[in-house]
């Protein structure tokens, strides 16, 4: 499991369930600590922190809700990692936290739903540069930036993001159409005997513009 080596059985003990299990980031927050010995304090929603402090160690919820909690000062002060997406995150609200929380390391994860539930992550620990990024491919994942021909483009240059690997979907329900124009076959995959998963060989186009950096995808 990606999340194991990622994030330390101290870090997960004690995850905020904040999320409605209508919203993929509920399967990270439920799955990741249950998986590890892990305890789960269920809230209706990650602002409720602001009324019922908890002893978590975990924070996983969008960017705009950790930034309500900053304002309120109500970042539980056991947290040790805060996990963010569904939205950009910016770097002066990675600062923001960092100044006002114990949080050793703030996660910026990415994936869109038909790519569900990470496809990429970036951790920033205290004390080191603060960039704005989706990071890179989490395991079992690949990314790619092509051209309007579908080339991979150069590094520095801005390309349309594709996903493909274990978490790509098989489409969209009752729409082929839209699913034969946003889940294409891959031209970068060869298949083998060890690969049973049947989207292994589509890519995902998300519509998405970024750019290879230096040690990250913008």
């Known amino acids: 499991m ?6 330390a059985e101290s870090e997960i003990s004690r995850t905020l369930f904040s999320t409605s299990i209508s919203f993929d980031l509920s399967v990270y927050e439920c799955f990741v600590a249950l998986s590890q010995g892990g305890t789960l304090y269920l809230v209706e929603d990650a602002l409720a922190l602001a009324q019922t402090p908890l002893d978590v160690s975990l924070i996983n919820t ?8 900053v304002d309120k000062q109500a970042v539980p002060a056991s947290t040790r990692v805060i996990n963010l997406a569904g939205e950009r995150l910016k770097a002066d609200l990675i600062e923001r936290v960092f100044e006002s929380s114990g949080a050793e390391k703030i ?10 539930t990470y496809s990429t992550w970036i951790c920033m620990p205290r004390g080191e540069a603060v960039v704005e990024t989706i990071g890179r491919p989490i395991a079992n994942t690949r990314i790619y930036l092509l051209d309007a021909h579908g080339q991979p483009v150069p590094f520095g240059a801005v390309g349309e993001l594709y996903i493909g690997g274990a978490g790509v979907a098989r489409g969209y329900l ?4 839209l699913t034969a124009e946003r889940f294409i076959a891959s031209p970068f995959w060869r298949a083998t005997v060890c690969t049973g998963a049947a989207t292994w060989g589509v890519i995902c186009r998300t519509a998405i513009w970024s750019f290879w950096a230096a040690t990250t995808t913008r």
Do not use: H, K, M
Not at 2 to 7: A, L, N, R, T
Not at 108 to 116: K, R, V
């Open 2 to 7: 990606w999340s194991s080596g990622v994030f």
């Open 62 to 69: 969008v960017p705009s809700a950790i930034a309500a909690l």
């Open 107 to 116: 996660c910026n994860l990415y994936a869109p739903s038909e790519t569900t």
């Open 174 to 177: 009752n729409r082929p159409e």
